[in-house]
């Protein structure tokens, strides 16, 4: 199994990037797909997910943030737009193995990560 992202940069506030998630060793179309980041200090924070029929956001990244996938080329994407400082992190593509529902939300396990794209948001 092979998961590897691209797209990560530094950019200046306000700007856009778009990362890629090419994925190989499973079935893709039948997978469900986040995005997960994970600033310095800090513990993983779900961005994204997609399955075949809906898609998910954190709250801070709605409307600033698209996930989309094409199952034909096996990959993930990850349009990021109107770009903060506190995005600055190192972004991963991950499958999810299970999603629990709980009283305030669901909650995602990922069996498989990729290695992970820098993306830094300075002036």
């Known amino acids: 199994v092979q998961l590897v992202e691209s797209g990560g940069a530094m950019v200046q506030p306000g700007g856009s990037l778009r990362l890629s998630c090419a994925v190989s060793g499973f079935t893709f179309s039948d997978a469900d797909m986040a995005w997960v980041r994970q600033a310095p200090g800090k513990g993983p924070e779900g961005v994204s997910a997609i399955n075949n029929g809906q898609t998910v956001y954190a709250d801070s990244e709605k409307g600033r943030f698209t996930i989309s996938r094409d199952n034909d080329k096996n990959s993930m994407y990850l349009q990021m737009n109107k770009l903060k400082p506190e995005d600055t992190a190192r972004y991963y593509c991950?499958?999810?193995?299970?999603?629990?529902?709980?009283?305030?939300?669901?909650?995602?396990?990922?069996?498989?990560w990729g290695q992970g794209t820098q993306v830094t948001v300075s002036s």
């Open positions: 991950a499958r999810i193995a299970v999603v629990t529902t709980t009283p305030i939300g669901d909650e995602y396990a990922y069996d498989y």
